[in-house]
């Protein structure tokens, strides 16, 4: 357990900056058994339990509520290799998992560019499509077993067994995308691809997104494919030093394929070839660094869409700097604004004026990033009535008293729920 200020101060403020919690405390058991001491001892005393994984998230999910005690599961790692699969401590990070697999000849289908610290649990979590989804599909689809911990301590566990079983109530599918507040994931048997083999990658630059779309749609099957436009081109060449790999143009699409492929893609003429180029989209996030305070928001949106989206909210957030990017063939783009000034603050009204555009343009205010505390009270508020009997049912069958992540997603809080301070 670990209660010193300085320490816990780290565990409670999120990747943005945006949210703080206020925990009593953080622990981070190392074991199963560890975990199941942890919930039966919240069971007895009463206070709540929020999973966290490498604190990559950006919708408040694992900011904790005050007299909560963050459970970071970043010291429960490693690796065991399981008839062409592997079983993932839930610590795990997503960089460790895919270099396993490569020296083993497999692929692992989760790529993102927080790889390096964020957790194969996490990811799990919010259910991570990433940079590969568009190939491999979202985490759930990754996941073959799992083994998880009820909050008063029963292990639910289908890490071995008949895997491809279609009968009964699949846990791993059930807790996908739940985000902590259904049980404690500690983890994962993973299925792995074959090796892809020789890839190309292109930058292409279009003055029209239809004509990106149009480029994609008759393009060969693909890896990845990203947009992003000038803006975040502009951010990351001068926050990375980079130089500008082509043309000026208002949308660049990236493109990575097998190389028996390539030679039936067809880009455009503002287009380059090479390695080092994944550089421009991974960077993007980081360059934000420079800006101050971030409202970062995962939203899906039907991509012919996507240029209605910016103009929209371009006009709308200014004085405030808008960047849209992400993965265009899943329509999952990532917004985000930061202040004219590091020193500034973008007001918390620019969240409602991000996701009334997305409705408007008949899309979801939540992505591959989860609902969070962000996201609850609007989500909520549009979610159909079965669909929110079915989660209170869910809820109240495996964590009756809410200590499971209050406060987050779907799931219905307990009386007497504590806020989360927003920077």
Same mark, same amino acid.
């Given at each position: 357990?670990?209660?010193?200020?300085?320490?816990?101060?780290?565990?409670?403020?999120?990747?943005?900056?945006?949210?703080?919690?206020?925990?009593?405390?953080?622990?981070?058991?190392?074991?199963?058994?560890?975990?199941?001491?942890?919930?039966?001892?919240?069971?007895?005393?009463?206070?709540?339990?929020?999973?966290?994984?490498?604190?990559?998230?950006?919708?408040?999910?694992?900011? &904790?509520?005050?007299?909560?005690?963050?459970?970071?599961?970043?010291?429960?790692?490693?690796?065991? @290799?399981?008839?062409?699969?592997?079983?993932?401590?839930?610590?795990?990070?997503?960089?460790?998992?895919?270099?396993?697999?490569?020296?083993?000849?497999?692929?692992?289908?989760?790529?993102? &560019?927080?790889?390096?610290?964020?957790?194969?649990?996490?990811?799990?979590?919010?259910?991570?499509?990433?940079?590969? +989804?568009?190939?491999?599909?979202?985490?759930?689809?990754? %996941?073959?077993?799992?083994?998880?911990?009820?909050?008063?301590?029963?292990?639910?566990?289908?890490?071995?067994?008949?895997?491809?079983?279609?009968?009964?109530?699949? *846990?791993?599918?059930?807790?996908?995308?739940?985000?902590?507040?259904?049980?404690?994931?500690?983890?994962?048997?993973?299925?792995?691809?074959?090796?892809?083999?020789?890839?190309?990658?292109?930058?292409?630059?279009?003055?029209?997104?239809?004509? $990106?779309?149009?480029?994609?749609? #008759?393009?060969?099957?693909?890896?990845?494919?990203?947009?992003?436009?000038?803006?975040?081109?502009?951010?990351?060449?001068?926050?990375?030093?980079?130089?500008?790999?082509?043309?000026?143009?208002?949308?660049?699409? $990236?493109?990575?394929?097998?190389?028996?492929?390539? &030679?039936?893609?067809? *880009?455009?003429?503002?287009?380059?070839?090479?390695?080092? $180029?994944?550089?421009?989209?991974?960077?993007?996030?980081?360059?934000?660094?420079?800006?101050?305070?971030?409202?970062?928001?995962?939203?899906?949106?039907?991509?012919?869409?996507?240029?209605?989206?910016?103009?929209?909210?371009?006009?709308?957030?200014?004085?405030?700097?808008?960047?849209?990017?992400?993965?265009?063939?899943?329509?999952?783009?990532?917004?985000?604004?930061? *202040?004219?000034?590091?020193?500034? %603050?973008?007001?918390?009204?620019?969240?409602?004026?991000?996701?009334?555009?997305?409705?408007?343009?008949?899309?979801?205010?939540?992505?591959?990033?989860?609902?969070?505390?962000?996201?609850?009270?609007?989500? $909520? +508020?549009?979610? @159909?009535?079965?669909?929110?009997?079915?989660?209170?049912?869910?809820?109240?069958?495996?964590?009756?008293?809410?200590?499971?992540?209050?406060?987050?997603?779907?799931?219905? &809080?307990?009386?007497?729920? #504590?806020?989360?301070?927003?920077?």
């Amino acid at each position: 357990m670990v209660d010193d200020p300085d320490i816990v101060a780290r565990y409670a403020v999120d990747w943005t900056g945006r949210f703080r919690g206020r925990p009593a405390c953080v622990v981070r058991p190392a074991s199963v058994e560890e975990v199941v001491a942890l919930m039966r001892l919240s069971a007895e005393a009463g206070f709540g339990l929020v999973p966290q994984g490498g604190n990559t998230g950006l919708v408040g999910a694992t900011q &904790a509520p005050a007299g909560t005690v963050i459970l970071n599961l970043e010291a429960l790692r490693g690796i065991t @290799d399981d008839d062409g699969a592997v079983v993932a401590a839930a610590g795990t990070t997503i960089a460790e998992v895919a270099r396993h697999a490569r020296e083993r000849g497999h692929e692992f289908g989760l790529d993102m &560019a927080s790889r390096d610290s964020a957790t194969v649990g996490g990811a799990f979590a919010t259910n991570a499509g990433g940079l590969y +989804a568009c190939r491999f599909g979202r985490m759930a689809d990754q %996941v073959t077993g799992v083994e998880a911990v009820l909050a008063d301590g029963t292990v639910v566990s289908t890490l071995e067994g008949p895997h491809r079983s279609v009968a009964g109530v699949d *846990p791993a599918r059930l807790l996908a995308g739940s985000e902590g507040g259904l049980a404690v994931v500690t983890a994962l048997r993973l299925r792995l691809h074959p090796p892809i083999g020789p890839t190309v990658t292109c930058l292409s630059g279009f003055a029209d997104f239809d004509a $990106l779309v149009d480029t994609l749609a #008759q393009s060969p099957p693909v890896l990845a494919a990203e947009v992003f436009g000038h803006p975040e081109m502009e951010i990351v060449t001068s926050h990375a030093g980079l130089p500008a790999p082509l043309a000026r143009s208002r949308w660049y699409l $990236l493109v990575e394929l097998e190389e028996r492929h390539a &030679a039936d893609f067809r *880009p455009p003429p503002n287009a380059v070839v090479g390695d080092g $180029l994944w550089e421009y989209r991974d960077r993007i996030t980081e360059s934000f660094g420079t800006t101050g305070v971030v409202h970062k928001h995962d939203i899906v949106v039907p991509r012919r869409r996507l240029p209605d989206l910016v103009e929209r909210l371009g006009e709308a957030v200014e004085p405030n700097r808008l960047f849209v990017f992400g993965h265009v063939l899943m329509d999952d783009f990532h917004v985000n604004i930061a *202040p004219p000034d590091p020193a500034e %603050v973008v007001p918390e009204a620019i969240d409602d004026v991000v996701f009334s555009a997305v409705e408007e343009l008949g899309g979801v205010v939540a992505g591959e990033h989860g609902i969070g505390r962000l996201k609850r009270e609007r989500y $909520l +508020a549009r979610l @159909d009535p079965v669909s929110r009997r079915l989660a209170e049912a869910l809820k109240r069958a495996v964590d009756p008293d809410g200590r499971l992540n209050p406060g987050v997603g779907v799931w219905p &809080a307990p009386s007497g729920e #504590q806020a989360v301070d927003l920077l």
